[in-house]
């Protein structure tokens, strides 16, 4: 069966900008969860929804939102774009909500750069 | 700072040697799990550990966790280069999954 996907894999944009990142869930699952990968932070979560709620949400400014659609696809919005933004964000689902006993399937990631 | 620390940050070894990179916390995990992510993909789970002093095999992958549940090794035996990648440890907390930063393992031929 298909994997996790998300488009566009590599955005860039300046300063100010807002970015809309895309994520399409294996079929059937209700859980997806967001997260910035940086080099120095390494994988921190964004925020996870399920069933079209968001569930659960990581420490990150208002600038950083995103919501769930009737068919378990989700997007992610950054407005006001700042440099710091720059990273690889990744798109995980799963069966049910993210517990270690439900596993998490990782989409590639879309790389964004903010210049 | 990190709720995991990983170590070390950064590995180069030649193609037939033995590893262990390590993940450490103060904290106490209900369950911990270890992922390999290669260039261009997303992480993919290899292990989820639940028990203290649980061992669990994986062809030449040992995973360890700790009696205290606390820390967590994975023991790689007669490395190859596929087995280059970033390994990342994620431990449940608090209802909540937390990564650490990785090990980035790079097996030369």
């Known amino acids: 069966k298909a994997g996790v996907t998300q488009t566009p894999r590599y955005l860039i944009k300046t300063r100010g900008q807002q970015v809309t990142l895309s994520c399409s869930p294996i079929s059937g699952h209700r859980s997806v969860s967001w997260y910035q990968q940086t080099p120095g932070q390494g994988l921190q979560f964004l925020f996870e929804y399920f069933s079209e709620t968001q569930r659960n949400k990581g420490n990150f400014p208002g600038r950083f939102s995103g919501r769930q659609f009737s068919n378990s696809r989700s997007e992610m919005n950054v407005s006001t774009l700042e440099l710091g933004d720059s990273a690889l964000y990744l798109c995980a689902s799963s069966l049910w909500t993210r517990t270690a006993q439900n596993e998490q399937f990782f989409g590639p990631g879309t790389r964004l750069t903010v210049l | ?109």
């Open chain 2, 1 to 109: 700072t990190q709720l995991l620390e990983q170590s070390p940050q950064f590995l180069s070894i030649q193609e037939g040697e033995n590893l262990t990179v390590y993940c450490n916390s103060s904290s106490v995990f209900s369950s911990l799990q270890w992922y390999r992510q290669e260039p261009g993909e997303g992480p993919v789970l290899l292990v989820t550990v639940v028990t203290g002093g649980e061992v669990k095999k994986l062809k030449r992958l040992t995973f360890q966790f700790g009696d205290a549940r606390k820390d967590s090794s994975l023991h790689i035996t007669a490395a190859q280069p596929g087995d280059t990648g970033l390994y990342l440890c994620a431990g449940e907390y608090n209802n909540d999954m937390r990564f650490g930063a990785g090990t980035r393992l790079t097996v030369k031929p």
